[in-house]
Structures are given as C-alpha cells and as structure tokens.
C-alpha cells in the first residue's frame, strides 16, 4: 500500500467507533473468561485504533491502559474517549510499533489485541508479546479465521494477501507450540462484525455523496460484501491465552 493509499484508506475510517469486530458484549465475556486480575491490573491494548476496548477496559477493571497505536488521529480519539469516561488518568496513548514495544518485560498483566495480531502474524506477535507477561499475565486476542476447510473461491481470494490465515485447530496448535495454555476461544457473533461494518457503511455513504474517491470507496465496500456473502466461510475468534 503506497502512502496515498493508506491516506485514503484512513480517511474512509476516520471517526468510526472501533476498526474492528467486537462489542462490550463480547469484552465482557472476555474479561471473565480471562479469570482473576490483580487489583489494579497493568493493561496493554495493542493497535488500539479509537479506544473501543481501551477504555472500557480501564472502567471495568480499575486499572491502568496503555493504547498503542502508530496512527496518532486513533490516539486523539483514545485521549477523547477515555476523557468522556473519567478515565483520562488511567488510559494512556503510545504511539508505537507493536512489532518492538518499549515496554519491561513482566510490566504486563493483560496485553489485548482486537483484529490487530495479523499485522505481525499469529506466531509472531505471540513470541513478541510473550516475555512482557508478568508471572500470571493473560494474553486476549482475536484473529481471523477460515471456519471450512473449502472457503468460496471469492473468499479466498479475498483473504489471499493474508497468508497467516488458519483455522482454530490449527491456531491453537500454534499457541501450545509458542508455549501458551489456550484457556477458551470464542467465535465472534455477526453483530459484533455488525458493530464495525454499519458504522463504516454509513461513513462510506457520506464520502460517496461528497464526491470522494469512487474507487477507494468501492474497495471499502467490496470488504463488507465478501463478509456478507461469505459469512459461512470465515470469522473472527477470540483467543484467552497463558503462558505455560
């Protein structure tokens, strides 16, 4: 992608409520499922986007949140967010590469990561992220999965520029390998892809009407076309992981 591109890819997602699948609902489940925190639980949102989880996490558990995000917009968000739901003073933006966080190893108690580990690859952001865990930390992630072994040929080729992209056995092999206990997964329901693609339907109709880009528009809506036609085929699962 050229940087004009992402400049206009960006634009089409700028104001949405979260860059990914995923509710409240859906964090809610998660954090239970993720079991007992420390009182005041040292959090890591990685590719936090505008803050959907960030600061609901910071409300929900008491504890500190750190979003990081390299588009600095997202970090405004976050900041605009988190102030409208008095947690300005626990919810902090590091603009970042997940790639190489400038983070202690052990300084994490629960590293969450929407729609956000593909950028690195399943494998690798859990080697990465493994050694910032402290002694009883939790990794929550989500990621892109095939749900059959025969996609349409008009999801696979969608999804081809995503050569990481597993099924759950195959993910959770993966996990054990990269010495993790998988504690659950959880397939995403379709209103949590509902809660991302409406919002973003919308704000493609208003640039549509003010005449931006027919072409990058049409791309956008492309996503939401393969998803709804092959729903079947794919979705997002979220994994609950330990280390081991």
């Given at each position: ?102 983070l202690e190893p052990g300084s994490v108690d629960l590293l969450w990561a929407e729609g956000s580990i593909y950028i690195m690859g399943f494998d690798a952001g859990l080697a990465a992220w493994r050694e910032l865990l402290s002694d009883d930390g939790v990794i929550v992630l989500t990621e892109c999965e095939w749900l059959t072994d025969t996609p349409s040929d008009e999801a696979r080729e969608f999804w081809a520029a995503y050569e990481g992209m597993r099924s759950t056995p ?75």
């Amino acid at each position: 992608m050229t940087d004009d591109q992402f400049a206009q890819f960006m634009h089409v997602h700028s104001g949405l409520p979260r860059e990914a699948p995923g509710s409240e609902e859906t964090l809610d489940l998660l954090l239970r499922l993720a079991g007992s925190l420390p009182a005041d639980p040292r959090i890591v949102d990685v590719g936090c986007g505008p803050g959907a989880a960030a600061v609901p996490l910071a409300v929900k558990t008491g504890g500190t949140v750190i979003g990081v995000d390299l588009h600095e917009p997202f970090l405004a968000d976050l900041a605009s967010r988190a102030d409208a739901a008095g947690v300005a003073d626990r919810v902090t933006g590091l603009a970042a590469s997940m790639e190489s966080l400038p983070l202690e190893p052990g300084s994490v108690d629960l590293l969450w990561a929407e729609g956000s580990i593909y950028i690195m690859g399943f494998d690798a952001g859990l080697a990465a992220w493994r050694e910032l865990l402290s002694d009883d930390g939790v990794i929550v992630l989500t990621e892109c999965e095939w749900l059959t072994d025969t996609p349409s040929d008009e999801a696979r080729e969608f999804w081809a520029a995503y050569e990481g992209m597993r099924s759950t056995p195959a993910n959770v092999a993966a996990a054990w390998d990269a010495g993790y206990r998988v504690i659950a997964t959880y397939v995403l329901p379709d209103s949590d892809w509902d809660a991302y693609y409406v919002p973003l339907a919308a704000r493609i109709d208003k640039l549509r009407a003010e005449g931006f880009d027919p072409d990058v528009l049409d791309a956008a809506s492309a996503e939401i076309g393969v998803r709804a036609r092959n729903a079947s085929d794919f979705a997002y699962t979220a994994y609950v992981l330990k280390p081991r």
